[in-house]
């Protein structure tokens, strides 16, 4: 007789995204495991409207009040009387912490999504973690926050999924505690792709497009994080949050681009065998290990066509292409609040060459002089951290408006 399997309840922050439609999309697959009980958006009501028709959950959630009134009078319309409507940072942190809530995506991008992350961890939910902010801008106090309240922590970046995947049991129940040299692990190589602009002459940079930059030639993602692909900040990112999440040094780990976006990341033990994570680059494949981890479920992900592949291409990060990169890797080893001054400043930049109002090359200019102006302090609590990301908010705004004028 099968063993009955206990439906989770489900809190997606960032719903409409594209890590959050990738996961409605596996949990539709799985109706008798998991129930989607809070969809969360920032102010796209039309797409939330559609999601609650289909999924009918039970709480809907937009950050922005007013888009919350619009989509509380559509839902009315479309007779969709069953889903409560909630909004602002309260309604947020509501359904990450609801008490029938067993499991948390937290998707939102930016560092709006740093406090309702930090919330379902605090009330000890298993947290998908696909936000970077959390780590980037309050690792210690995130990672302390998960020991703490005994919350599951799983990466949701193919990267660090990747890792996790690779890794020993011990290390992957050690929630970021457990010192890799005990698991006998030597190094860590974390790929990426390179973006759109491996092999694109360093003299064209200044002129490319924000349709350029989001067009990633593998993933398909939103525009903040395709500009992050681009500068390859979002490898920065990525660098910073494994060295919490897999308690590394920053020594320990090695950046590896990889354009085809096969192997998702390795790991390498010190008897010389390399643990590679393979599969097609589609975000379906981590939030389906994540959800039904120690067990396996289908994704709906096609199998890797190995021989159709053919070639797999590796070379070294070229710090002149990718000065974000460098600056990332020096935040980590700088400490303090350098990371946290890092991520704003690159939000504020990108939104700006999204805009138009800088230039793609603008991008690591004005993150290297936010670094270089700011003032770093001891990320000893939460206010702390967003004030830090407030003034580095404020600097980068000015270095924009400077070079916007200019």
């Keep these: 007789m099968d063993k009955a399997i206990a439906v989770e309840n489900i809190t ?24 989607l009980f809070a969809l969360t958006a920032n102010s796209s009501v039309v797409e939330l409207a559609a999601q609650v028709a289909q999924h009918k959950p039970r709480y809907a959630v937009l950050r922005d009040p007013q888009a919350a009134a619009q989509l509380v009078t559509l839902l009315k319309e479309q007779g969709l009387h069953d889903t409560e409507v909630l909004s602002g940072d309260e309604g947020l942190n ?18 709006a999504g740093l406090a309702p992350t930090m919330v379902a961890v605090e009330s000890g939910k298993k947290v998908l973690l696909a936000n970077k902010e959390a780590l980037v801008m309050a690792g210690g106090l995130f990672m ?97 949050e494994a060295c919490w999440l897999f308690n590394a040094q920053p020594e320990d780990i090695e950046i590896v681009i990889h354009p085809q976006s096969i192997i998702h990341s390795m790991v390498e033990y010190v008897d010389g065998s390399v643990l590679a994570q393979l599969g097609n680059p589609d975000m379906r494949t981590p939030i ?17 066509d190995i021989i159709t592949t053919a070639t797999l291409d590796f070379e070294a990060p070229d710090y002149q292409r990718f000065p974000c990169l460098e600056l990332a890797v020096q935040a980590v080893k700088t400490g303090k609040t350098a990371m946290v001054v890092l991520n704003a400043a690159n939000e504020v930049a990108v939104e700006a060459f999204l805009n138009q109002q800088i230039r793609f090359t603008d991008i690591p200019v004005i993150i290297r002089s936010v670094l270089a102006s700011a003032q770093l302090v001891e990320p000893s609590t939460l206010a702390v951290v967003q004030l830090a990301d407030q003034q580095a908010r404020d600097l980068a705004q000015q270095q924009v408006a400077n070079r916007a004028c200019a």
């Design 94 to 111: 509501a359904v990450a912490s609801h008490v029938e809530v067993d499991t948390v995506m937290a998707a939102i991008v930016g560092a």
């Design 144 to 240: 302390e926050a998960v020991k703490k309240s005994g919350s599951v922590l799983l990466p949701i970046d193919s990267e660090h999924n990747a890792i996790f995947q690779c890794m020993p049991s011990q290390s992957q129940q050690g929630q970021g505690s457990h010192p890799l040299a005990a698991s006998g692990i030597r190094k860590i190589l974390l790929t990426g792709s390179g973006g759109p602009f491996r092999q694109t002459p360093l003299e064209q940079l200044a002129t490319v497009t924000p349709d350029q930059a989001c067009a990633h030639p593998n993933w398909s993602m939103g525009r903040k994080i395709s500009v992050d692909s681009a500068t390859m900040m979002n490898k920065g990112l990525e660098f910073i």
């Design 288 to 304: 389906a290990h994540a959800l039904a981890w120690p067990e396996r479920i289908a994704s709906g992900v096609a199998s890797l």
């Design 12 to 35: 997606v922050l960032g719903a409409t995204g594209s890590i959050g439609v990738s996961t409605l999309d596996v949990c539709a697959r799985h109706p008798e495991r998991y129930r």
